[in-house]
């Protein structure tokens, strides 16, 4: 299937960094199919070949065994083209038309990896030069829209121009090898589906913690949040996957239709629930990895006193018969003690127990990174005492060493998918506006109340008040068991 894919912002950071390595992955893999053509554009004017050398300047970055071999290079490189654009310009999109004309590729999918206020200007121009067909795709990286009105405004201008079947929105957390395997453990194994409700989970706790702090990212940070950057979007699609029900086909709408009534069912927050639910809280300097490192506002570019959140812990409920009172706890941070994502869920303890002392719930941690993997936590008898001696034991599975090499990373299964047109891994234009329809009282709570974040020790799980907001319910956090 002869494909050509466009990137705009074709110098920027997520196509040298994710991007470009992800296609040259496919490539080495061999799935990219036979007779693409990868065309970045930017402002800077240059020919072909100095694109490729700058491309392979980046390349040797890419660590060790992804890092292409001068051969490999040289037959990627070949499918690499590069046009200068001025995106606001209609003459360069008319170029672009005849650029894509010299041959008629079955599949065009244009990459808006630009800033998002490029968006709806470059889905116009695209719109107006008749770049728009059935055949052609576009795809958006995220963030969409600061709120509920500019997703909605951006979302307007892209179904002006193209069907919601031609728009992929991305959530980079929905590529992952081990947020597919979520579904696959729901929906491919009969186990524990019977389990998966009120009666027999207590509570759900979903942890994106990163140790990382916010870089050289400031100012985009700083405008953002950690609410806006991790959970109105990939926290929230974790959650929808874990608590949707069962869908009727594995086709992108069957699927996208369950999530959307998830999100559709979550406890909208008032004022006096956000005060009570949600914690928000920014790091002050620490230790992460045993290294001294900066708090937030002495990081470069950060205004002094911004009351920008780098952490977020709240609780939530899916109000419907399956999950009616179980607490679903979303956290994220930066600079907090690991880089940790992993959703627990946390079983009721037997109802009448007949060993003594014997009283913690089965858990079942699914391990999304650092490691790909399952956990399921048991009592067993260690034997010693007549059976009376209950000990932990856990039952752990590792995707990564199951599977090896044969997994395919993010952006390269979200490359692929919207080179081939499958949809099941991305998110609709209703389900993101749900989502921000949902946090937004949230931010508007936040903009009403002077207190502003609680401070956290990077290095740290973040502030106390997060511990208190679970302990509150008779729970912990799973670190702290
Ligand atoms: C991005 C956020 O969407 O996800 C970043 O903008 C964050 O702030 C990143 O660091 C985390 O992604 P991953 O794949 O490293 O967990």
């Known amino acids: ?55 392979k300047e980046r390349f040797q970055e890419v660590e060790g065994a992804k890092r292409p071999s001068d051969e490999e290079f040289e037959r990627f490189a070949a499918l690499v083209h590069y046009r200068r654009m001025d995106l606001s310009q209609p003459e360069h999109y008319t170029r672009l038309k005849e650029w894509l004309g010299e041959r008629s590729a079955e599949t065009v999918v244009f990459y808006l990896a630009t800033s998002p206020h490029l968006f709806t200007q470059i889905c116009e121009q695209l719109g107006a030069a008749g770049l728009n067909g059935p055949h052609i795709r576009v795809v958006l990286e995220k963030p969409l829209g600061h709120d509920l009105a500019s997703a909605q405004h951006i979302n307007r201008v892209v179904r002006s121009v193209f069907t919601e079947s031609q728009a992929f929105r991305i959530d980079h957390y929905l590529g992952k090898p081990s947020v597919q395997n979520l579904m696959a453990l729901r929906f491919g194994n009969a186990l524990f589906e019977p389990l998966w409700n009120r009666q027999a989970i207590a509570n759900i706790q979903i942890t994106l913690a990163e140790s990382l702090g916010v870089g050289t990212r400031g100012p985009f940070y700083d405008s953002t949040g950690a609410l806006r950057d991790m959970i109105q979007n990939h926290a929230l699609q974790l959650l929808t996957m874990i608590a949707m029900e069962p869908p009727s086909t594995n086709d992108a709408d069957a699927i996208r239709d369950e999530k959307l ?52 812990a709240l609780r939530t409920e899916v109000q419907n018969w399956r999950w009616a009172g179980v607490p679903f706890y979303l956290r994220t941070g930066k600079r907090l003690a690991a880089r940790d994502a992993q959703i627990v869920v946390n079983f009721r303890p037997v109802p009448h127990p007949i060993f003594p002392g014997a009283n913690q719930p089965n858990r079942l941690v699914i391990k999304l990174q650092p490691e790909d993997g399952l956990e399921l936590q048991l009592l067993a008898a260690k034997g010693n005492s007549h059976g009376e001696s209950l000990a932990p034991v856990s039952l ?21 998918d919207a080179i081939a047109g499958k949809l099941n891994l991305f998110v609709r234009s209703d389900e993101q506006e749900q989502a921000w329809r949902w946090v937004e009282p949230v931010l508007d709570a936040w903009s009403a109340d002077s207190m502003g974040p609680r401070a956290y020790n990077a290095g740290s799980w973040g502030p106390a008040a997060a511990s208190a907001l679970v302990a509150r319910d008779g729970f912990s956090w799973a670190e702290e068991q």
């Not at 466009?6 to 080495?28: C, E, I, Y």
Request: glycine content about 10%; some cysteine.
């Open 396 to 416: 752990d599975l590792d995707f990564d060493k199951a599977f090896g090499s044969a997994r395919v990373g993010a952006y390269e299964r979200l490359l692929l």
């Open 261 to 312: 009534k998830v999100l559709r069912s979550l406890k909208p927050f008032t004022r006096e629930s956000v005060a009570r639910d949600v914690v928000r809280g920014q790091y002050r300097a620490g230790s992460v990895d045993g290294k001294s490192v900066v708090g937030y506002l002495d990081e470069a570019k950060i205004p002094a006193n911004s009351p920008c959140e780098t952490f977020v």
């Open 1 to 55: 299937m002869a494909f050509d894919l466009v990137f705009f912002g074709g110098t920027g950071d997520l196509t040298w960094r994710k991007l470009m390595p992800a296609l040259f992955q496919a490539f080495r893999h061999g799935k990219l199919p036979e007779g693409g053509r990868i065309l970045a554009v930017a402002r800077d004017d240059m020919p072909d070949e100095r694109y490729r050398d700058w491309l």
